[in-house]
């Protein structure tokens, strides 16, 4: 369903502070597949997942959504095909605009947009619906603008989005990092519940090892800006956050360099 | 003396509905597209250009309004171009565009100054017809916010608010960002351009330099508008009545001081720094005015404990 074949970037090239973020990195996802991406900082998944998402071009390699050549599509062509979820709550919707209006920009992601009403009252019913099933009460007050919800609220309300239309790809990056525990849970418990429901092809960036093990049914692993490891299956479900620092220091000849990941 | 100060209150009202019909444009640019576009110094001088010339060739008032306001979106255009084509940032692409609009403006007109002389023609606004001017205006301004309040409920209008508040969250949904930002600075200037057709008429004449100083003028129509009338409503439609509502009291506050006596000279003076205090007023607020809001000691306590880690 997605496929990089060989990407490569190398930011500020040429210059002293040069950092070649990906190299060659090979990654093939099938239809369904829900990957949990660690990694140290400076790893390279975030550029990975916006690698895909088109935010920037990549120097080398290709990228295939779906068989579909994307590489050098622009990044709004390709939003098409992917749903994305940030990790600043306020970056993945419209603080100025009514929950009722952010999700009928999603509902066009790939669409069209003429001079017909933003929503039609049967689409409003369908977002209420929605929001119901985010259990956060969000349906009591559509017409709220979304600059005044949590954090919280508002990861939930942009999963909500990046899954309206369905996504070929969605790319989740440590959507839960910036939340209190109890929130990131519940996103979390959310987030597990749309990529079931509607059989999606995720991948999910997070710096929490538990989180990693216990979601979706692969694991990459990346350091330096190459997958050092990947895991899916019986052997994943058997990992341990142990195992996985044990993993990493095999594998890169380095102490995993994220307290963040280690206190988790 | 103080009768004619009276007297001359509906002419007052009159240019507030005009540069208050240009503020929306500037509207349309700096609150909701989030872009301080500066070409409205042209357009203006463009739309009040077209219009002139076109009456003064023999066009009928109405097919030349059109024309200058298409006009002036063609000058949206050359700055979005130069914005999201060229990668030029807003402000520069459109003290560019203005520049460009200076030569231009006296290529249209062929001299500085074009006349438009209520004798010789059918005008929509004049001075020497106060209430007849002030009804169409009235009419102008209400059709132009009806416009506006239809184009932005829509999935284009939608997609360019969506634009100016959050260009990631655009992009990641699928809005060509780029689009969007020169739709709205044609937008912008159309109307901006449409004031200044207006205007031309009102003064009898088109003027080399009748936009200077307009984007400040704009700017303090939104500001002043905001200030009276945002307590009453969040409609869109209200929030584009209190711009012509600010450009009205600007023009009354403008009459009242020159009534008073003071140095006209000053006038744009005055106006720029009125302008930057309250631009100034939320920064001020965020440095100096905000302190930590003081949590129960019992809430501090169980962030504290939320923040141990899970062991």
């Known amino acids: ?264 | 003396m103080f009768l004619n100060y009276l007297n001359s209150l509906p002419a007052t009202v009159a240019q507030g509905i005009m540069w208050g019909l240009m503020a929306i444009g500037v509207y349309i640019t700096y609150r909701i597209l989030d872009i301080a576009d500066l070409t409205v110094d042209g357009s203006l001088v463009t739309g009040a250009a077209v219009c002139a010339t076109l009456m003064v060739n023999g066009w009928h008032v109405a097919p030349a309004i059109l024309m200058a306001v298409l006009a002036g979106m063609l000058a949206g255009l050359l700055t979005g171009v130069f914005h999201t084509g060229m990668g030029i940032p807003p402000i520069l692409a459109g003290i560019l565009t203005q520049l460009i609009l200076w030569s231009i403006n006296l290529k249209i007109m062929g001299k500085a100054n074009m006349p438009l002389l209520a004798r010789n023609h059918f005008l929509l606004a004049s001075g020497l017809y106060i209430p007849r001017t002030l009804l169409t205006l009235v009419l102008v301004a209400a059709a132009v916010i009806a416009l506006l309040y239809w184009l932005f409920g829509t999935e284009v209008g939608c997609s360019i608010r969506a634009t100016g508040c959050n260009l990631q969250m655009s992009r990641a949904q699928g809005i060509n960002t780029s689009l969007t930002k020169i739709l709205g600075l044609m937008m912008s200037n159309g109307i901006v351009a449409l004031a200044g057709a207006f205007l031309a008429q009102y003064k009898g004449a088109a003027d080399i330099n009748m936009g200077r100083g307009a984007i400040v003028i704009g700017l303090a129509a939104v500001i002043i508008g905001e200030a009276v009338m945002s307590r009453i409503s969040r409609n869109f439609a209200v929030k584009l009545l209190s711009v012509v509502v600010g450009g009205v009291i600007y023009f009354f506050v403008y009459q009242t001081i020159i009534f008073l006596g003071l140095d006209t000279d000053l006038l744009k003076m005055l106006s720029a720094l009125l302008v930057a205090v309250f631009l100034a007023i939320p920064y001020w607020k965020k440095t100096y005015f905000s302190h930590p809001k003081k949590k129960p000691l019992a809430d501090v306590a169980e962030e504290a404990l939320e923040e141990v880690p899970h062991a």
């Not at chain 1, 500020?12 to 829900?34: I, M, Q, R």
């Not at chain 1, 949990?36 to 920037?56: D, E, P, R, Y």
């Not at chain 1, 049967?122 to 919800?149: C, D, F, I, S």
């Open chain 1, 1 to 264: 369903m997605l496929e990089l074949v060989n990407v490569s970037k190398t930011f500020l090239a040429g210059t002293v502070n040069e950092k070649k973020v990906l190299k060659s990195v090979n990654l093939h996802l099938k239809p369904g597949d829900f990957v949990t991406v660690i990694g140290g900082n400076g790893a390279g998944k975030s550029t990975t997942l916006n690698a895909v998402a088109g935010v920037f071009p990549v120097d080398e390699g290709n990228i295939l959504i779906d068989g579909m050549d994307v590489t050098h599509l622009s990044e709004h062509r390709r939003a098409a095909y992917i749903g994305r979820v940030f990790q600043d709550p306020m970056m993945g919707t419209a603080a100025n605009m009514e929950i009722y209006e952010n999700l009928a920009i999603a509902a066009r992601r790939g669409k069209h947009r003429g001079l017909r009403w933003s929503s039609t009252a049967k689409e409003r019913e369908y977002y209420r619906e929605l929001l119901a099933t985010l259990g956060l009460g969000l349906e009591e007050r559509p017409n709220a603008k979304v600059g005044l919800l949590s954090g919280g609220q508002r990861q939930a309300l942009t999963l909500l989005m990046a899954t309206l239309r369905q996504p070929k790809v969605l790319l989740l990056d440590e959507h839960t990092a910036a939340l209190d525990p109890k929130t990131a849970a519940k996103v979390l418990e959310i987030t597990e519940d749309i990529i079931n429901r509607s059989s999606l092809t995720a991948l999910m960036v997070t710096h929490n090892m538990k989180d990693a093990i216990a979601h979706g049914n692969r694991l990459i692993m990346m350091h330096d800006g190459k997958i050092i490891y990947d895991v899916e299956g019986e052997e994943k479900k058997a990992l341990t956050v142990e195992m996985l620092i044990a993993k990493f220091a095999q594998s890169s000849g380095e102490e995993f360099a994220n307290d963040r990941a280690l206190l988790s």
